[in-house]
């Protein structure tokens, strides 16, 4: 008997406590070729894509979520969900295996439900990223900008308020995705701001990796610049 890639797997929301079942990938299929300079992976078979299962919908009540978010609700947060996302849901499922366009619409769920409930900055960053690199995969550039620059916004108030501290994310690789960020949506001042910030933090960084990424792009936007001076 074959084994699929994809895979049922049991939710609990965490919103409403109701049971449902959503699509995700076995990591046995998942080979990874190669990352970008803003971390989007590149999968050798791009029709095993985890990325597009990465947000959990519940049917019943629309609130949608990753597995970053916390299970915290502040008080009042659960009433405003049910105003500003059940009373409007129609009850959809996500469940099955999606497109990218499903998927590009259950993180903007995921968005709305983690700006309603309050999240982390840095997880918000995440999810509009994600969505960001979903669009590259359509080629709608225009979309794809937009979303990375709403990303490297969430990523700026996640360095300003250390929302990384306690997460697998740590300050270096937050500065690294304000500046790679900044470059790839073409603001070349806040870019060379934050490369040089990477770079400056290598003798207490515990990421020599992303050091050199920085310097490496640092270099490159340097030699473009003195090219446009020359010309």
């Not at 919103?15 to 299929?29: G, H, Q, V």
């Not at 519940?58 to 500003?84: H, L, N, R």
């Not at 969505?131 to 900008?145: M, N, Q, V």
């Not at 290598?202 to 010309?231: F, L, V």
């Amino acid at each position: 008997m074959e084994i699929s890639p994809t895979y049922v797997k049991k939710m609990e929301c965490l919103n409403c406590k109701e049971k449902f079942t959503t699509t995700k990938i076995r990591s046995r299929f998942v080979r990874v070729t190669k990352h970008e300079s803003d971390f989007k992976p590149i999968y050798a078979d791009s029709s095993v894509n985890p990325i597009l299962y990465n947000v959990a919908v519940c049917p019943k009540c629309g609130f949608a979520f990753t597995d970053e978010f916390s299970s915290y609700f502040a008080p009042s947060v659960k009433e405003e969900i049910a105003q500003k996302i059940t009373s409007l849901w129609s009850g959809r499922s996500f469940g099955d295996e999606r497109t990218i366009d499903e998927a590009i619409e259950a993180y903007k769920l995921a968005y709305v439900s983690a700006s309603v409930k309050r999240e982390k900055s840095l997880t918000m960053a995440g999810i509009m990223l994600r969505i960001a690199w979903l669009y590259d995969d359509k080629e709608d550039i225009e979309s794809s900008k937009r979303f990375r620059t709403v990303s490297r916004n969430l990523y700026t108030e996640a360095y300003t308020s250390e929302d990384h501290a306690g997460t697998q994310m740590s300050e270096t690789r937050v500065l690294y995705l304000m500046a790679e960020l900044s470059y790839q949506i073409g603001d070349m001042d806040e870019a060379i701001r934050n490369f040089s910030r990477v770079i400056e933090s290598q003798r207490t960084s515990t990421d020599p990796h992303i050091i050199e990424m920085a310097k490496e792009r640092w270099q490159e936007i340097r030699e473009q610049r003195e090219k446009n001076a020359h010309s």
